[in-house]
């Protein structure tokens, strides 16, 4: 699939022109997709050499056009202006752009016109109002890569303000007000404040987004006991203080969909589609795998889908993966890829190496940093906290943990990873997929599963 992203001035005619170009491929090309990016004039100039600079690029004029040649994580390629856009076009496609100048003008300036009302309808409805964001174990490792990307107009496009609140009940006070001071340092243009929390007294007040880390410290030694209490008390606060419309991520290398499990439950008034839990750090160890066995980069193998248990059993899937750039009989552009299923022939590799080798790659991962993958589960929660917000196409994959009202015949009340699309801040449980008799069978073992682990937490809660 293609998928371009084009950004510009808003009253930029080139930005009309390359904006109805691209409007065009995706008329015509069904795998075509495209993320636009209009930027206030006297904005421009800062976010393109902070966008350059970030992907060492180098571009001086609007338009700017990229490319991602993958779902999620590949660099993007730039591509350039509105010429080599439209030389792009022309030589892959046979599509150009015959607009007038008159025409481009005119788009132009409604471009920025409307851009303007979007401005000022968003400061009529929230005048002072900055958008709340509450992350706990706020001192773990993961929160410190999250931060600098969170506070962006990447993942809010239509956020002008943003109270961060960091809450740690474990945490060192001293050690949050460094990671508060050190935030307030980036000089974030969204970010309106921060304030950190070692108690539950305002935990969660105002929340339109809450992002649940794992624990700083090794997860695997966290008592079941204390995360059925800890996150029963969140689900309850979530209830009572949250906004009911809030966006609720849980992540982390431990009993991560039963604290999503727990969370929903005990916030009744908050509809259970508020709460996910991510399973794109396992996601993307999966594609590492596959990868190294394809002899291509990590980057070139998308759609990989896992079902079930993301902290415990797991089947990693690839009847919809896909590879890009791979050696072999059939070769094609760099947009050009092929299922996975049909250059591996190995059932038995794909039906237990692979699971196998997931399995060893997130532990060696632990083993060699000492601690759970911060990097790669703050890229995830990233990846899809913008799926959520609407920063993608409507027909990228994703595999997070839900809960499962009898979909694919799965008992009531489990939180199962499952392949889910977003639309229009919303997330829909993917159908087009096949769950043959074996999958239904892992999918029943890993829902007894998880309701036993709610068991055995519930029964030590109640004898303690």
């Keep these: ?10 009253d930029c005619p080139h930005y009309a022109k390359a904006e109805l170009l691209a409007d065009k491929l ?35 004029r609007s338009p700017l056009v990229w490319r991602e040649l993958v779902h ?8 350039g202006g509105f010429s080599d856009f439209l030389e792009h076009c022309q030589g892959y496609y046979n599509i150009t752009s015959d607009m007038p100048t008159d025409m481009m003008l005119s788009v132009a300036a409604e471009n920025h016109e409307t851009k303007m ?7 009529r409805a929230s005048p002072s109002k900055p958008l709340h964001i509450w992350i706990t174990s706020a001192l773990s490792p993961t929160c410190h890569f999250l931060i600098p990307n969170l506070l962006s107009a990447e993942v809010f496009p239509h956020v002008s303000a943003v109270s961060l609140h960091l809450l740690d009940l474990e945490g060192d006070e001293e050690e949050l007000q460094g990671l508060r001071m050190e935030t307030e340092d980036l000089a974030l243009p969204l970010l309106h404040q921060v ?24 997860e695997e030694e966290t008592k079941l006991k204390e995360v059925s209490d800890r996150y029963t008390q969140y689900g309850q606060l979530i209830d009572l203080r949250a906004n009911k419309e809030v966006k609720v991520i849980v992540s982390g290398g431990s009993f991560t969909n039963l604290r999503c ?18 399973a794109a750090q396992l996601q993307n160890e999966a594609r590492a795998v596959v990868a190294k066995k394809l002899d291509v980069r990590t980057a070139d193998v998308t759609d990989v889908i896992v079902w079930g248990n993301i902290s415990g059993s797991f089947y990693v899937d690839l009847q919809r993966a896909r590879v890009y750039n791979h050696t072999g009989a059939i070769r094609g552009p760099a947009f050009f890829s092929q ?54 196409a409507a027909d990228e994959v994703f595999s997070v943990g839900v809960l499962c009202p009898g979909y694919y015949s799965l008992p009531e009340g489990v939180v199962l ?47 303690s």
């Design 1 to 10: 699939m293609a998928k371009f992203v084009l950004a510009g001035q808003s």
């Design 26 to 60: 995706q008329r015509c090309l069904p795998n075509f997709r495209v993320h636009k990016i209009s930027i206030l004039p006297d904005q421009w100039k800062d976010w393109l050499e902070d966008t350059c600079k970030r992907n060492s690029w180098k571009h001086n």
């Design 72 to 79: 999620q994580g590949g660099k993007g390629i730039l591509l």
């Design 117 to 123: 009302s979007l401005i000022e309808e968003q400061h």
């Design 195 to 218: 304030t950190i929390h070692t108690d539950l007294e305002e935990a969660f007040k105002e929340a339109d987004v809450i992002l649940l880390l794992g624990d700083a410290e090794n």
């Design 261 to 278: 499990s727990l969370l929903l439950e005990n916030a009744r008034s908050i509809d259970s589609s508020s709460f996910i839990s991510v």
């Design 339 to 392: 299922p996975v299923l049909k250059i591996l022939h190995e059932r038995k590799w794909v039906e237990t190496d692979l699971q196998d080798l997931v399995c060893r790659q997130r532990a060696a991962v632990a083993t060699k940093t000492c601690r759970a993958a911060a990097m790669t589960d703050a890229n995830g929660i990233l990846s899809v906290l913008k799926a959520w917000i609407g920063s993608c």
């Design 417 to 463: 990873s499952v392949p889910v699309t977003f639309s229009d801040s919303k997330w829909s449980v993917l159908f087009d997929v096949t769950v043959g008799d074996e999958l239904k069978e892992k999918l029943q073992r890993f829902a007894c599963e998880l309701l036993q682990e709610k068991e055995r937490g519930a029964e030590k809660s109640c004898s």
